[in-house]
């Protein structure tokens, strides 16, 4: 297994070229054997067919990949190495990522399903931009110096934890990875890294720009392994400190509580989301009626932030929904190979994942939800989901109260701003809001009432490596990106001395 490689040719409108990865387990600076075999097969979400098989680790193997990273955390990593040495590293992965952006691109829309000039201009753009913009800051992390009496000294330092757990999910590898690594590594943590055992092959490529840009053996693992085996064993393992994740609330509280059954460890976690789009009567209607698409239809709705619950002003509803319909017809139209040339729709990332957005649409129809676009099956093979449209429905439906993280959406009317706000918030998620109207004033009035951790004026699922992201309620703890996620990497050790000004 640790010279075992899997070999994809390409030969696609998109793209072409040979790619090559190992499936083996990236710990300290090697590709191993798990210690008890196990595999996982990876398959591609358009046909339906295997593309590989890769390596799953369980405990012994989080146990060793732990260890490599608490070492090179201890004997040159970690407070030892300054912040401009990490920053060139960082950089110098961002411009090897640069370099193999296609092949990346590639990977992920093989393994995610996602349409390949999609993947390459959003997904990877915006990991390319992370990882240089916490280059930047590597060499910036800065305590202060605190004035208390005449005679003391007090200052404080900011330290990294040292071993870092890293657990992303399968709607966007790339993102999800740069995410994390991004503000761990130029604060001087070392990681462990489990990916989503549905899409591990972008990590698995990844790990080889890791060793060419230079980073220390142990600096970064990547360890393949099912959530309940691996994941689990990093979420209770002592000498991790700091634990990263990105997925279901369920699994939230299981990694909750296994920090708190463990050693305590510092938990960030950004979670599911049932964001609302508010499109007001004075809104851009050409503008509300394509962001509001993308805000559901985009990655085929496989996102924590999916605009799923779309509540329109009662005077333009009728305006907005024929618009809407023609958008989302439009975009059927264009579903296929996410290769192929004029593809903007692409499959479910599984079975599973599909069978769970169709049972959805049954509860929909069964509830008393009218089946307004979409709702079926498109195609014989692949996992892929027309995209769908529900009217008439109420806000104790399934469909309008649970994360269906598909290509589906409720729209609703509403009345008067005050009716608005109130049922937006009738939710246990927090994550993400949408809020179109040309009336300044009323937006930024209703952004601040909405129970959301990211809140769009007149657009929809904008992320910018500089603003910080994440969740109230169950939708998640902490913040990443910005200076924000810099602080969930490091405690705030403070130094006092006393005596140092006697005469």
């Not at 996982?40 to 680790?57: C, E, H, K, S």
């Not at 999800?176 to 990916?195: C, D, E, Q, R, Y």
């Not at 634990?243 to 609330?249: E, H, K, L, R, V």
């Not at 069964?366 to 806000?395: D, M, N, Q």
Request: net charge negative.
């Amino acid at each position: 297994m640790p010279g075992t490689t899997y070999t994809h040719n390409f030969d696609t409108d998109a793209f072409k070229g040979t790619v090559t990865i190992n499936t083996g387990l990236f710990i300290n600076g090697e590709w191993v054997d798990p210690v008890e075999e196990s595999t996982i097969d990876v398959f591609n979400p358009a046909t339906g067919q295997l593309i590989t098989t890769v390596a799953a680790g369980g405990p012994k193997d989080i146990d060793a990949a732990v260890n490599a990273a608490q070492k090179a955390f201890k004997t040159g990593w970690g407070l030892n190495t300054p912040g401009t040495v990490r920053g060139r590293l960082l950089n110098k992965l961002a411009d090897l990522l640069e370099q193999n952006l296609e092949t990346f691109a590639a990977l992920e829309s093989l393994d995610t399903g996602k349409v390949y000039n999609k993947a390459k201009a959003m997904d990877l753009g915006l990991s390319l931009s992370v990882l240089r913009y916490y280059a930047g800051w590597a060499d910036k992390v800065q305590g202060k110096t605190i004035e208390t009496t005449e005679n003391k000294l007090a200052y404080t330092r900011h330290e990294p934890y040292g071993v870092c757990g890293q657990i992303i999910p399968w709607n966007s590898p790339m993102i999800m990875l740069s995410f994390k690594l991004g503000p761990a590594l130029a604060t001087g943590n070392t990681i462990v890294l489990k990916p989503s055992e549905l899409t591990p092959l972008t990590a698995l490529k990844f790990a080889e720009l890791v060793v060419e840009a230079g980073f220390p053996p142990g600096v970064v693992n990547i360890v393949n392994g099912y959530g309940p085996v691996a994941g689990q064993a990093i979420s209770e393992h002592p000498k991790i400190t700091k634990i990263a994740f990105t997925g279901s609330t369920l699994t939230g509280r299981k990694i909750m509580k296994a920090s708190a059954e463990s050693n305590l460890k510092v938990v960030t976690l950004e979670l599911g989301g049932k964001s609302p789009t508010i499109v007001f009567d004075d809104a851009d209607l050409d503008q509300a009626v394509k962001w509001a698409a993308f805000g559901i239809y985009f990655n085929m709705g496989q996102a924590c932030t999916a605009g799923s619950r779309i509540f329109v002003q009662e005077s333009i509803y009728d305006k907005f929904l024929e618009m809407f319909t023609a958008r989302t017809q439009e975009l059927t139209e264009r579903i296929g190979d996410p290769f192929a040339s004029g593809t903007e729709h692409g499959p479910q990332v599984s079975q599973v994942q599909f069978d769970r957005v169709m049972a959805y649409i049954e509860s929909g129809k069964s509830e008393g939800a009218k089946l307004h676009i979409g709702g079926e099956r498109h195609g014989e093979t692949g996992y892929f989901i027309k995209p769908t449209v529900f009217t008439e429905c109420t806000r104790d439906m399934k469909i309008v109260r649970e994360e269906i993280f598909g290509p589906v959406c409720a729209i609703m009317k509403f009345k008067t701003e005050e009716e608005v706000i109130e049922v937006a918030n009738d939710t246990t998620y927090g994550l993400g809001c949408n809020v179109f109207s040309e009336n300044i004033n009323r937006a930024i009035r209703v952004a601040h009432a909405l129970e959301a951790g990211s809140a769009w004026v007149n657009c929809s699922q904008a992320g910018d490596a500089a603003v910080p992201f994440g969740g109230y309620k169950q939708s998640g703890i902490g913040r990443e990106l910005g200076e924000y996620a810099i602080h969930t990497c490091v405690h705030t050790t403070p130094v006092l001395i006393g005596g140092c000004f006697k005469n």
